[in-house]
């Protein structure tokens, strides 16, 4: 691959001072990428310093695109760019809701100074010529040509994603400050998904100390301190059981009165359910499970605790995912079980919600069974099949499509329909799923098959080069 790049150079400065330049993008983000990792390689030969870009959005680019060009030019840093220079026409053809991303996003991830893309470049050669966009800037022009082999992705593996603000919220509490944190949980009080997905990351952040026990003594009335406590409470008591401690009992019961409190405190809030059905996994609060709906036979199970979720978020995305937890069979439960539930789940959701995601964590579940039996080849067979491909399109055509531009809640999610897509070779919606989540990526399921960044690079590797996609069969489900 070839890539132009056009810069224009001051004139009659310093010899000894770096040169100043302006750096003109035009066409692919993912050439864009690799232009910015060769000039962030190339920096110190080449003597300049990147003091504007502009950004032609040509239709050239598609939509689905832009994103990962914003992420780029986002992570040049001060090293860099000092300010952003958008061609204000094509800006002004972008939906409203993709100009406020983009803008958000160059805002929040300034100053990271790596690229999206990052490959071994080669600079052919480095010639003057003339522009008159530089010419009326009195700058002279410069035409840096190279080339790169396959790019790398520059992986962010952080629980919070996207979420910037999040991430200053964990260091925050780490620090034993709740201020901060607090605002940022107030503001989810109307969009329980941002607020369970919140919750946790916080709580795995406040577990490590005794903090989330000082803020909810300092504030006994606040619906965000008791829910960060009752977080917390669970964890520990779910890390005392993986542990064998006997105190483990003790500790659930005492997360379980925490989540009842926590509801209390805002009683339309799912999430202290959510907290408690993951208790009921590992079976720790020695609760009597409850018929389950008619049309999966009676299927015991904490059905009374997914009954509070759905009354407050009919169709909350951890509530879902934590019932198909407790049906695993690490839990008692099996791969059968776990693939009724996940279907009765999606048949009485929308097509479009987060539960019918839950056919690719059965199909997750299954694999990492034929893994742990030294079935891999059989696992990699089944992922191709039809069952395994019908879920990952019905998943991409349905749930991705409607997903909402910027969201932080899914970066396990996309990483889970990324690697489903990759298993099933269905390369060129990878590419899309992997370009909607970068540089944000979760842990799993990439490391069933080992070192997780290891196996994301080689999948979007082959997701760049990959051609048209295909179609899809039928079949029952995952055997």
């Given amino acids: 691959m070839t890539t132009t790049t056009s810069l224009g150079r001051d004139q009659g400065l310093d010899p000894d001072a770096r040169t100043r330049v302006v750096l003109y993008l035009v066409g692919s983000p993912l050439d864009g990428g690799i232009v910015l990792g060769a000039l962030r390689a190339h920096a110190d030969a080449l003597q300049m310093r990147v003091i504007e870009v502009h950004y032609d959005a040509s239709r050239r680019v598609p939509a689905w695109q832009r994103p990962g060009l914003a992420a780029a030019l986002g992570r040049i840093g001060p090293q ?55 010419a009326a800037r009195g700058l002279t022009a410069v035409s840096i040509q190279g080339t790169a082999t396959a790019a790398r992705p520059k992986l962010d593996w952080h629980p919070a994603g996207a979420d910037v603000r ?9 620090a034993g400050r709740t201020a901060f944190p607090g605002e940022l949980l107030e503001f989810t009080r109307s969009d329980f998904a941002l607020r369970a997905h919140r919750s946790l990351i916080l709580a795995s952040y406040a577990v490590r100390s005794t903090v989330a026990d000082r803020w909810v003594r300092e504030s006994p009335e606040s619906p965000e301190a008791w829910l960060v406590y009752a977080r917390v409470a669970v964890l520990r008591a779910l890390r005392a059981a993986r542990q064998g401690l006997p105190d483990s009992a003790v ?17 339309t809030d799912p999430t202290p359910f959510v907290a408690m059905l993951m208790l009921e996994g590992p079976r720790l609060t020695g609760r009597v499970a409850t018929p389950g709906p008619r049309d999966l036979g009676g299927l015991p199970g904490p059905w009374d605790l997914l009954t509070e979720v759905r009354g407050r978020d009919p169709h909350s995305r951890e509530g879902f995912r934590r019932l198909l937890e407790y049906f695993t069979p690490r839990y008692g439960g099996s791969v059968s079980e776990m693939w009724h539930v996940a279907r009765w789940a999606a048949a009485i959701t929308p097509e479009r919600s987060d539960p019918q995601l839950l056919e690719l964590v059965v199909f997750v579940e299954r694999y990492r069974e034929l893994c742990e039996l030294g079935q891999r080849r059989d696992g990699a067979l089944m992922w191709r099949g039809p069952a395994a491909e019908q879920a990952a399109s019905r998943a991409y055509d349905g749930w991705f499509a409607a997903l909402p531009r910027g969201s932080a809640v899914y970066t396990g999610d996309l990483s889970l329909l990324a690697f489903a897509l990759a298993k099933a070779e269905r390369l060129t919606e990878t590419r899309r799923v992997l370009a909607r989540t970068l540089p944000y990526v979760a842990r799993q399921p990439w490391a069933l098959d080992g070192a997780p960044e290891a196996q994301l690079v080689r999948a979007y590797q082959r997701a760049r080069a990959a051609g048209p996609a295909h179609g899809s069969g039928s079949a029952p489900g995952p055997t």
Avoid: N, Q
């Fill in 80 to 134: 860099f760019a000092s300010h952003l220079v958008i061609d204000r026409t094509e800006y002004g053809r972008l939906p409203i809701g993709e100009r406020a991303w983009l803008e958000r996003e160059m805002l929040t991830r300034a100053g990271v100074i790596e690229p999206v893309d990052v490959a071994e470049w080669k600079i052919d050669r480095v010639v003057e010529e003339e522009r008159p966009a530089a």
């Fill in 166 to 174: 999040l991430v200053d919220a964990c260091t925050e509490l780490e």
């Fill in 251 to 267: 500790l659930a019961e005492g997360a379980h009165e925490a989540c009842f409190a926590a509801s209390g405190r805002m009683k």
